[in-house]
């Protein structure tokens, strides 16, 4: 089975530290994603990656980097914590960076609080 | 603007009844449809996915249909289980892309005993 880890399920940082949310994929898998999922806005892409150092913003990359040094690891960056982007994280992945037609597997997910 | 639009909202269905929820999107160029699962508090766990030639698909109860024509797809769960109750989530790619996923917002499906 594939299995997508998000390292922390619940973290609580206050306003302005720095965050590293990380994720790690057990298939070999090209594509890699960090989705945020707020009540009544569904998932939002933040960045996406579909090779080692490459990454492309999603549709919320503001206040987000990324990092993809290994293929199986990609790491979600908060420079400075703000209270909206109190969320739920979640990290994807799938097989074959170019196609669109493969099963996306998600992660548990890590509950963010910033306060 | 590509979008996809799920309906219900939400759902209260007793033990061992049939539901149908719904989702229609505007994604075009169409690549496939997927349905996933999110159980309260977790990550989404896929259940089906649809190209553009199929019309329906199966996964123990739950069944899907699309119809790429009307852009319209069902997601039809026989006799719902208190194990059923999450969020069923709808989401459309566009052909060609990579990382363009439209997702729905969902509809939260509740079964009671």
């Known amino acids: 089975d594939v299995k997508v880890t998000q390292s922390s399920r619940y973290l609580v940082k206050r306003t302005g530290e720095k965050v590293f949310l990380e994720c790690v994929q057990d298939?070999?898998?090209?594509?890699m994603f960090w989705y945020r999922q707020d009540p009544g806005l569904g998932l939002r892409l933040i960045y996406f990656s579909y090779d080692v150092k490459m990454k492309e913003k999603g549709d919320i990359p503001e206040g987000y980097s990324v990092s993809r040094e290994k293929k199986e690891r990609f790491s979600l960056i908060l420079e400075s914590a703000s209270t909206n982007q109190t969320s739920m994280y979640l990290c994807a992945s799938s097989l074959n960076g170019r196609s669109s037609g493969n099963t996306i597997y998600f992660g548990e997910g890590s509950w963010l609080t910033v306060v | 603007k590509n979008q996809v639009e799920q309906s219900p909202q939400s759902l209260i269905i007793l033990e061992g009844k049939n539901c149908t929820l719904q989702?229609?999107?505007?994604?075009?160029?169409?690549?496939?449809l997927r349905w996933y699962k999110q159980d309260t508090g977790r990550g989404p766990v896929s259940l089906t996915i649809?190209?553009?030639?199929?019309n329906t698909k199966s996964n123990g109860r739950y069944t899907a249909t699309l119809d790429a024509d009307t852009k319209q797809s069902s997601l039809h769960i026989t006799a719902s289980q208190l194990s059923d109750s999450a969020s069923y989530i709808c989401v459309v790619s566009e052909r060609g892309s990579q990382g363009n996923l439209i997702f729905g917002k969902g509809t939260k499906l509740s079964v009671k005993p």
């Open positions: 989702c229609n999107y505007t994604v075009s160029p169409f690549s496939n």
């Open positions: 298939m070999d898998h090209e594509n």
């Open positions: 649809m190209t553009f030639s199929e």
